[in-house]
Nanobody, 124 residues
Framework: QVQLVESGGGLVQPGGSLRVSCVASGNFISINDMGWYRQAPGKQRELVATISKGGSIYYAESVKGRFTISRDNAKNTVALQMNSLKPEDTAVYYC??????????????????WGQGTLVTVSS
């Protein structure tokens, strides 16, 4: 099973920047898509950005032009560079990964794995 550990959260002022990172470890066949989600107080968890193994990227409209997602397949890491931060970006940021599982006779599928999250607070 893959384990995901986030880091880099903290307190920043509006307009500031922060980079959160996630490292995948453990025993697993491979990882497909990876991404970042966030959950603000009193709100549902929402998708922020995803990046496929091949490098295809998706951003939520609210973060386009401000956030950049990247990954290193060799090191099994994914990062999110956050610039021009706004108070509404305040949330716990969660790393997500699709872990491949299965066998040749049963076929291969993916299961979602989540990190414990890292808190990002944007405030003056």
């Amino acid at each position: 099973q893959v384990q995901l550990v986030e880091s880099g959260g903290g307190l920043v002022q509006p307009g500031g920047s922060l980079r959160v990172s996630c490292v995948a470890s453990g025993n697993f066949i491979s990882i497909n898509d990876m991404g970042w989600y966030r959950q603000a107080p009193g709100k549902q968890r929402e998708l922020v950005a995803t990046i496929s193994k091949g490098g295809s990227i998706y951003y939520a409209e609210s973060v386009k032009g401000r956030f950049t997602i990247s990954r290193d397949n060799a090191k099994n890491t994914v990062a999110l560079q956050m610039n021009s931060l706004k108070p509404e970006d305040t949330a716990v940021y969660y790393c997500n990964a699709e872990e491949e599982y299965g066998s040749p006779d049963r076929g291969y599928r993916y299961v979602e794995r989540w990190g414990q999250g890292t808190l990002v607070t944007v405030s003056s």
